[in-house]
Nanobody, 123 residues
C-alpha cells in the first residue's frame, strides 16, 4: 500500500512560485499514476494535473503553461512546480495515487490520498 505525504505549501504573492512535493512510502510507487487535486473553500475538488507511470501528463486548462507536474521514481516523489501564481490558485492541494492513469477521468474520487497542503496566493 502506498502512503502519501505532501509538503511545500505556504503563502506566496501573486506572480510568485511554489513547488509542492508528494513523498510516497511503500512499494511499487513507480507503477502508480499520480496526480494533484485542489479544493478551494466553497468549491468542489478539481484535478489540477496528472502523470502516468510512463510520465505522460495532463493539466487542467486553468493551470496549463503555468504548472508542471513531474515524478522521480528513484526518490518515490512527485512534484508540482507552480509558477505565475494567481489568487484563484488558493486552495488545499492534495496528492493522489491511482493504479491506472485512466481513472483520473473515469474514477476521480478513487485511489490513495495525502492529507493536503495549503497554498495561499495573496498580497
Amino acid at each position: 500500500q502506498v502512503q502519501l505525504v505532501e509538503s511545500g505549501g505556504g503563502l506566496v504573492q501573486p506572480g510568485g512560485s511554489l513547488r509542492l512535493s508528494c513523498a510516497a512510502s511503500g512499494s511499487i510507487f513507480s507503477i502508480y499514476a499520480m496526480g494533484w487535486y485542489r479544493q478551494a473553500p466553497g468549491k468542489q475538488r478539481e484535478l489540477v494535473a496528472a502523470i502516468s507511470a510512463t510520465s505522460s501528463t495532463n493539466y487542467a486548462d486553468s493551470v496549463k503553461d503555468r504548472f508542471t507536474i513531474s515524478r522521480d521514481n528513484a526518490k518515490n516523489t512527485m512534484y508540482l512546480q507552480m509558477n505565475s501564481l494567481k489568487p484563484e490558485d488558493t486552495a488545499v492541494y492534495y496528492c493522489n495515487a491511482k493504479r491506472f492513469y485512466s481513472h483520473y477521468l473515469s474514477a476521480p474520487s478513487s485511489g490513495i490520498w495525502g492529507q493536503g497542503t495549503q497554498v495561499t496566493v495573496s498580497s
